[in-house]
C-alpha cells in the first residue's frame, strides 16, 4: 500500500490528510507552458517541484498520473509569430521541441501525457456548447462569455469578491465587467476555427478545463501550477469546470511560490528580467540547479541573485564529498553490532555518523509527507554529510569505518531514488562541473590540466618559484590547485565570475 501524506490545499488554506478519488492512484495536472518564448528559471521552479513530487509519490507506491499541457495558439503566439515573420504553428512547435530539450537536460522525466490546446478544440467547443445550453455562457459579437453571476461559487479559490473583479479580456459584448472569454472572435490574419458563434480560437482558460476532462475526468486529485495562476486562471477553471460537468473540479489544489529578484519582483519575460533555463545548464550540473529549486519550501518565495546557482553547486559538491568519504572506506561486515560496536571505539564522531544516519529516513520520509517538504529533508541530508565529511578526517576512518558509514550510504541512495539528488558517479559528477565551469570561464580544460601537470614536474624539480607562479596564474582565473599525499588534483572555484 502507498504511504499517506499531507498537502496544503490552496483551496481551504490549511494542509489537509490526503485521499485520493481512487485507492492507491494520484491523478495530477499541472499547468504547463504558453509556448512563445524560451523557458526560463522562473517557468523552471514548477517543472522541477512538480517532477520531484510526481517522482517523490511513485517512490512512496502511488500509481501516478502526472499531466502537464502545452497552451501552443495564444495571443503572445501570434505576436511573437509575427514579429519573427513566421506561422504561429512553427513558433510553437519550435518552442516545445526546445522546451523538451531543456527538461531533459534538466533531468527531469516526461508526463505521462502532455494535451495541447489545438490538438482539444473540438473537446474545448464542446464544453463551451454546454456552458451556453446551461445559461452560465452567452454569445456576442462573435465572442462566448462566461456569465460569472451565474456561478454561486465564483471566487472560491481565490477568496476573491465577484463585484472587485475585472477580467482582462476587452469588453465588448460582456455583460459584468468580470465575465472572461470562453471563444474569442476571429481577427484578420490570425488563426481560426470553425465553430456554432462563428470563426475563432479558445480563451485562455477554458483550454484547461477541456483538457483535464479529457485526460483526468471531471473530478481530478491535484491541481497545480505556480501561485500566480491561483487568479484568474485556476479560479475561472474552477467555474466552468464545476458549471459544465456538475461535479466538484480537483479535491486539492498544489501551488509553488514563485522566483523573485533582489528587487522583489517575479521573473518574467514582460519585466527584462529573464534568465533562460539553456543558458544556465551551460554553466552548472542539472543537479546543482535542482537542488537550488529544492532547497526552499515549495510554497515559499524563491530569491534569485547571482550567488543562487554557485551556493547550490557548493552545497551540492558537500553532498557528492560526504557520500565520496563514504564509499572510500574499506568493505567489511556491517551489521548492526558491529557498527555500533566501531563506533563506540572510534568516539563521538563516528557515533554522530551512526545515529545521525539511523534516524534519517524517518525523518526524511516525516519531512516530505508533511506538505512535501524537501527543504526539511534536505536540511537533515546536510546535517549527516556534515556528520559523515567529520568522522573522514579521521586516521583510523578509511580502514575501520566501512560499518559506521553503511546507513549513511543507504541514506544517499535512497535520497537519489525518492528526489532526483545523489544520483550520479561521484567523479562523473566532478567531471561535469569542471566541464561546465570552466566552460562558462571562457577557459580550456586540456590546457588547465597541462599547467597542473606542469606544476607537478617544477616541484619535483624544485622549482618552486616557477611552480608557484603557475599555481598563482592559475587561481587568478578561479582554479584551485590542492597538494595532498595522493598528487595535485585542481577544482574551479565556485565564486568564480561567470556570464549569466
Known amino acids: 500500500m502507498p504511504t499517506p501524506f499531507r498537502l496544503y490545499n490552496t483551496l481551504s488554506r490549511k494542509v489537509e490528510d490526503f485521499t485520493p478519488i481512487r485507492t492507491g492512484e494520484v491523478g495530477i495536472y499541472v499547468c504547463g507552458m504558453t509556448v512563445y518564448d524560451r523557458t526560463h528559471v522562473g517557468h523552471a521552479r ?197 458549471c459544465g460537468n456538475g461535479k466538484p473540479y480537483a479535491r486539492y489544489w498544489m501551488h509553488n511560490g514563485l522566483l523573485t529578484m533582489a528587487s522583489g519582483q517575479k521573473m518574467g519575460k514582460s519585466l527584462g528580467n529573464v534568465i533562460n533555463i539553456e543558458d544556465v545548464l551551460k554553466q552548472f550540473p542539472a543537479e546543482a540547479v535542482r537542488l537550488y529549486y529544492l532547497q526552499n519550501h515549495y510554497r515559499s518565495p524563491l530569491p534569485w541573485s547571482p550567488e543562487a546557482l554557485p551556493e547550490a553547486l557548493a552545497m551540492l559538491s558537500r553532498l557528492y564529498e560526504a557520500r565520496d568519504v563514504a564509499e572510500s572506506m574499506e568493505d567489511s561486515p556491517a551489521d548492526q553490532q558491529d557498527a555500533a560496536r566501531v563506533a563506540r571505539d572510534l568516539g563521538e564522531d563516528a557515533q554522530a555518523v551512526l545515529d545521525e544516519a539511523s534516524a534519517f529516513q524517518a525523518r526524511m520520509d516525516e519531512a516530505l509527507r508533511e506538505d512535501f517538504n524537501t527543504s526539511q529533508a534536505l536540511a537533515h541530508l546536510f546535517s549527516l554529510a556534515r556528520a559523515v565529511n567529520r568522522f573522514g578526517g579521521h586516521k583510523k576512518a578509511k580502514k575501520r569505518g566501512a560499518p559506521v558509514v553503511a546507513p549513511a550510504l543507504a541514506a544517499f541512495r535512497s535520497v537519489a531514488q525518492a528526489i532526483g539528488l545523489l544520483g550520479m558517479d561521484t567523479q562523473a559528477f566532478l567531471d561535469e562541473v569542471k566541464d561546465k565551469r570552466v566552460a562558462a570561464l571562457g577557459l580550456d580544460r586540456a590546457e588547465i590540466e597541462e599547467q597542473v601537470a606542469r606544476r607537478v614536474q617544477l616541484r619535483e624539480a624544485k622549482q618552486w618559484s616557477e611552480a608557484d607562479a603557475i599555481r598563482q596564474a592559475l587561481d587568478a582565473k578561479g582554479i584551485v590547485v590542492m597538494d595532498g599525499p595522493e598528487g595535485s588534483r585542481w577544482r574551479v572555484r565556485l565564486d568564480a565570475p561567470a556570464g549569466g
Not at 501525457?113 to 463551451?128: A, C, G, N, Q, Y
Open 46 to 242: 514548477a517543472m522541477v517541484v512538480f517532477d520531484t513530487f510526481a517522482r517523490w509519490l511513485r517512490h512512496e507506491g502511488w500509481a501516478v498520473r502526472f499531466v502537464r499541457n502545452f497552451t501552443d495558439i495564444d495571443d503572445k503566439i501570434i505576436a511573437r509569430a509575427g514579429t519573427l515573420g513566421i506561422d504561429p504553428s512553427k513558433l510553437a512547435q519550435d518552442e516545445i521541441d526546445a522546451f523538451h530539450r531543456d527538461m531533459e537536460a534538466l533531468g527531469l522525466r516526461h508526463p505521462d501525457d502532455e494535451p495541447r490546446v489545438t490538438e482539444s478544440v473540438d473537446r474545448i467547443k464542446d464544453l463551451i456548447a454546454t456552458l451556453v445550453e446551461r445559461g452560465n455562457a452567452y454569445a456576442a459579437e462573435g465572442n462566448v462569455w462566461f456569465a460569472v453571476d451565474s456561478n454561486s461559487r465564483y471566487g472560491v479559490l481565490s477568496g476573491r469578491k465577484v463585484e472587485d473583479m475585472r477580467s482582462a479580456d476587452p469588453q465588448a459584448g460582456k455583460r459584468h465587467p468580470a465575465d472572461f472569454a470562453l471563444w474569442k472572435a476571429a481577427k484578420p490574419g490570425e488563426p481560426a476555427w470553425d465553430s456554432p458563434w462563428g470563426p475563432g480560437r479558445p480563451g485562455w482558460h477554458i483550454e484547461c478545463s477541456a483538457m483535464v476532462k479529457h485526460a483526468l475526468g471531471d473530478t481530478i486529485d491535484i491541481h497545480g501550477g505556480g501561485l500566480d495562476l491561483v487568479f484568474p486562471h485556476h479560479e475561472n477553471e474552477v467555474a466552468q469546470s464545476e
